[in-house]
């Protein structure tokens, strides 16, 4: 790289007509800086060379995303704003969360988009992906629902609601995602007196998965809600 460098100065200052030796001079310098645009090449194959003759980096492709409790589209519509996301497929209980979910992410798309109770779904019948979403219910695991619950015996990942993260822990299990995303409310955390949480990360970890959780203030993410939010990846 020095004596590249070196010899396009030298020509730069060259103020007489080229010699023998500077032709021959210049002839090693272009043979030279092939030979290293070859190695980059070589040990970099995010680049390639263009019609033009440069190099030019590639484009990557975009990370093929699937969304179960995907809700109105918050997770997804935060992936595709990325550019680095196509979605490829959703699912929601919901027929109105699902009509605008349709309306704002999946106009001109090949998107598969289902309205169907999650327990129905047949994964094997949706497109391959690298990453999923979940935005399971988060009814049983709520603080306000919290005692409701307990009353019932059907507080967290024991009640209706709550057990069907496992819908989650399957689909990990299916389509052994390049890495997933989990949103919910923080009390999660302490449902069941956090039984609940180590359930959920055991669940996970049993599938190979190291997994991270944070609780984020949402009044200090310029969202328009006072309270906490549960997020998990791994």
């Known amino acids: 790289t020095m004596l590249l460098k070196e010899a396009r100065v030298f020509r730069l200052k060259l103020k007489r007509p080229l010699t023998s030796q500077d032709k021959l001079r210049n002839?090693?310098?272009?043979?030279?800086?092939?030979?290293?645009?070859?190695?980059?090449i070589r040990i970099d194959t995010g680049v390639h060379?263009?019609?033009?003759?440069?190099l030019v980096l590639n484009e990557k492709p975009k990370l093929r995303l699937g969304e179960l409790f995907c809700g109105a589209g918050g997770l997804s519509l935060g992936a595709k704003l990325?550019?680095?996301y196509e979605i490829a497929w959703a699912v929601d209980y919901n027929k109105h969360a699902i009509n605008t979910y349709k309306?704002?992410?999946?106009k001109d798309t090949n998107t598969v988009v289902l309205n169907e109770d999650v327990r129905k779904v047949d994964f094997s019948t949706l497109p391959k992906v690298d990453v999923l979403a979940?935005?399971?219910?988060?009814n049983d695991f709520s603080m306000v629902r919290?005692?409701?619950?307990?009353?019932?015996?059907?507080e967290?990942?024991?009640?209706?609601?709550?057990?069907?993260?496992?819908?989650?822990?399957?689909?990990?299990?299916?389509?052994?995602?390049?890495?997933?995303?989990?949103?919910?409310?923080?009390?999660?955390?302490?449902?069941?007196?956090?039984k609940d949480m180590r359930r959920i990360l055991r669940d996970f970890v049993d599938y190979g998965y190291s997994v991270y959780y944070w609780k984020y203030d949402l009044s200090k993410l310029a969202v328009p809600q006072k309270g906490f939010a549960f997020f998990l990846s791994a």
């Not at 002839?27 to 980059?40: G, N, W, Y």
């Not at 060379?49 to 440069?54: E, I």
């Not at 309306?103 to 999946?106: A, G, K, M, P, S």
């Open 156 to 194: 967290g990942a024991k009640g209706e609601f709550g057990s069907l993260y496992e819908y989650c822990v399957e689909a990990v299990r299916f389509f052994q995602p390049k890495f997933f995303v989990a949103e919910n409310v923080a009390g999660i955390l302490s449902s069941n007196g956090g």
């Open 134 to 138: 979940f935005g399971f219910p988060c």
């Open 146 to 154: 919290r005692k409701e619950a307990r009353d019932t015996g059907r």
């Open 27 to 40: 002839k090693m310098v272009k043979r030279m800086q092939k030979i290293l645009d070859e190695e980059l």
């Open 103 to 106: 309306h704002n992410l999946c």
């Open 82 to 84: 990325t550019g680095k």
């Open 49 to 54: 060379r263009n019609k033009d003759g440069y």
